[in-house]
């Protein structure tokens, strides 16, 4: 454990130098390390030393600037041990791989390749002690891989998958390493889209299925450092990408190892080895960084963008600072938290649209918070969207996600075009709930105002009506005329009944236990003749006959009376007001017994009006709807709606079957003589 620290004190030491205006002298470094390892007292092979070594380096063989005996020149003067050239090899399977063929950005001549990298090794080594060892970067944007093969003695095939590439390298001896396998963050500061669109990832995505096959990974590449490779233990080696003059400057490797190949391959896969930021300038220029706001410095959150507000939850603050850089590119409003406990203070304060959430947080997790948010009473913090992130790609941690109240889970690693488009659907998702709700409680309170308005038109019909009754009810007592009696009869009872229903409309609304209270058996020919004789000067007027047809003997039906009497008036009534001058209604009461569930009544009104056209038959029992061909007679849409409601309320249904300008028949099936639940 000692002899670990002090090695990483010594590295560290190593760094700083390399950044301060004290420049190393690289040709010292081995005698400043025998001293360290002798004072460590560690007893290593007599050849071994530690190798300052860059395993990717592109020449003008593919996409770099410099040829290759130039290359060895500037690696052996800057006092470098081990290069690998590693020239682009592309595949030949897409339009875009052909176009890079043609632009120069990838070997054609692969003999040429071979035999020039053989000529430098050995000039290297004479002039320099550089050992110079052949490789390829081999590319296939279809696989959406690239692989450095290390060591090799003869191309690889690019036009297949990723194993049958590390099969071939590994079959002539070589070292399969994964090239920059995850994204640069350089990529985001730089603003470069391209790139982070092209980025290879199929080796991160699948490095499970890899894990054994690999044999490293670039944990450092350029100026870049990609420290997951590290949290997921995987073996790692540090390489410059050199295409040109100043990627000298970036990360290296330093190998344990004798100055041969075999010795630096066995000491990769035993991972002797350690990091190195070389600096070629030696100055205190630093490194291109990023600046992650935490809680800590009180940074300002950057919120700018005209979508919706977004809050990023993770402890990674290198993926929180990724994701904040590309949402607020798609112009959405970005808060950030590290933990869980943060985040609930961004929630309570900023009320959040979308939470991007990592589950596997110190603390407060994910899971909990997400429980926090589904149950807080307050909607615009229970609605909230909820992506989940996380590492854990087990089916039942994604339905257990699900099952407390995520609206989206998406496994690490995850593509990045992936989580912006699943941002954008939650979103456009949560905006459209949002607009329907405000639409629905627009309605609630429309209908709230037009029922309003409904009671107080009914309260003021109640006095006129008394008194028509009041008069009828005299006039009764003085006339003896028969036909007047009759008239007179209807009167009163017309103005008693429609005095009750105010009543009832005024106090319950229908209330399903008024209903209840008020149900008994009632035979159903006597209503309906009373329906009609309610409505037959109506019908003298228009000169329509209106016959009425039931077959003895008469059903019982288990109801509510005044409703149904109510349900059955406004059906004759729409009739005779649809219907025109000369037409004719037939009424009819056909009961159905002997079936299992007791038989049903039929109660059918046909009338040869106007007719309903097809396409509106579905709305017509909507409150305030009105057909196309109702606009010639007053109204307000709301009779059909009360005839519906009771329909249903007494366990029945309405049919209607009707033709433009034909006519239309209503049915209401009822059951006969049972109870049943409201």
């Not at 994964?178 to 640069?184: D, E, Q, T, Y």
């Not at 100043?246 to 990360?251: D, F, K, N, V």
């Amino acid at each position: 454990m000692k002899l670990g620290m002090e090695r990483a004190a010594f590295f560290g030491r190593l760094r700083t130098l390399s950044l301060s205006k004290c420049r190393v002298n690289f040709s010292h470094k081995f005698h400043l390390l025998d001293i360290f390892l002798s004072h460590l007292k560690v007893n290593l092979l007599p050849m071994s030393e530690w190798l300052l070594t860059d395993l990717h380096v592109h020449t003008t063989f593919s996409d770099g600037t410099i040829p290759a005996e130039e290359v060895a020149r500037i690696y052996g003067e800057a006092g470098f041990d081990v290069i690998a050239i590693t020239d682009h090899l592309f595949d030949t399977q897409s339009p875009r791989s052909l176009e890079l063929y043609e632009e120069g950005k990838s070997i054609r001549d692969l003999g040429a390749y071979f035999h020039k990298i053989e000529e430098v090794s050995r000039w290297a080594k004479e002039s320099y002690g550089l050992l110079v060892i052949p490789g390829l970067e081999i590319c296939n944007l279809l696989e959406d891989y690239h692989i450095l093969g290390i060591d090799l003695k003869e191309p690889v095939n690019p036009n297949q998958n990723a194993e049958g590439v590390i099969e071939e390298i590994h079959h002539q001896g070589g070292l399969a390493i994964a090239s920059h396998p995850h994204l640069k963050l350089s990529y985001f500061m730089q603003g470069d889209n391209v790139s982070i669109q092209r980025h290879p990832l199929h080796l991160w995505k699948h490095r499970k299925r890899y894990a054994e096959k690999i044999d490293a990974w670039e944990i450092g590449n350029g100026e870049d450092l990609f420290a997951i490779i590290s949290l997921e233990r995987l073996p790692f080696v540090a390489n410059s990408d050199f295409h040109e003059r100043r990627h000298l400057t970036s990360w290296k490797s330093l190998v344990l190892a004798e100055r041969e190949k075999e010795s630096i391959k066995e000491a990769i896969l035993k991972r002797k080895l350690s990091l190195f930021f070389f600096n070629e300038n030696g100055s205190a220029e630093k490194l291109s960084q990023v600046e992650i706001a935490s809680e800590e410095k009180g940074s300002p959150e950057q919120t700018e963008g005209k979508g919706e507000k977004i809050l990023i939850v993770d402890d990674e603050p290198d993926l929180v600072g990724m994701l904040a850089y590309n949402l607020r590119k798609k112009e959405y409003k970005v808060l950030t938290a590290y933990n869980g406990f943060g985040a609930w203070g961004k929630i309570e304060s900023e009320k959040p649209d979308l939470l991007i959430l990592d589950l596997m947080m110190p603390d407060l997790d994910g899971w909990e918070l997400c429980r926090m948010i589904r149950r807080n009473d307050r909607e615009e913090i229970r609605g909230m969207g909820i992506l989940m992130l996380t590492a854990r790609a087990m089916p039942e941690d994604r339905v257990y996600g699900l099952e407390i109240g995520a609206d989206d889970y998406l496994t690490k690693p995850f593509s990045l075009n992936e989580l912006t488009l699943r941002v954008e659907k939650l979103a456009e998702k949560k905006k459209v709930i949002r607009r329907l709700k405000e639409e629905t409680e627009s309605l609630h309170s429309s209908i709230h105002e037009k029922e309003s308005s409904l009671k107080k038109v009914v309260h003021d019909l109640k006095n006129p009506l008394l008194s028509i009754g009041v008069s009828a009810k005299r006039m009764l007592r003085r006339n003896q005329n028969e036909e007047e009696l009759q008239i007179l009869e209807n009167i009163y009872d017309s103005s008693v009944r429609l005095t009750r229903w105010i009543d009832d409309t005024l106090v319950s609304s229908h209330s399903r236990q008024k209903i209840k209270e008020g149900m008994r058996e009632v035979e159903i020919k006597p209503m309906v003749q009373q329906v009609i004789n309610l409505l037959k000067e109506a019908g003298r007027d228009k000169n329509i006959e209106i016959h009425f047809e039931v077959p003895p003997p008469t059903p019982l039906v288990y109801c509510q009376e005044q409703l149904l009497l109510r349900a059955m008036q406004n059906l004759l009534s729409n009739a005779l007001k649809f219907t025109p001058r000369g037409g004719k209604i037939d009424v009819a009461v056909t009961p159905y017994s002997g079936l299992k569930d007791g038989g049903i009544v039929e109660i059918s009104i046909k009338d040869t009006g106007i007719g309903i056209g097809e396409d509106e038959i579905e709305r017509i029992f909507e409150p305030f709807y009105r057909g196309k061909n109702a606009s010639m007679e007053d109204g307000i849409g709301l009779g059909l709606s009360f005839v519906k409601e009771v329909v249903d309320l007494h366990g029945g249904k309405i049919l209607v079957q009707s033709e433009p300008q034909k006519g239309t028949t209503f049915s209401i099936l009822l059951p006969i003589g049972k109870k049943f639940k409201l």
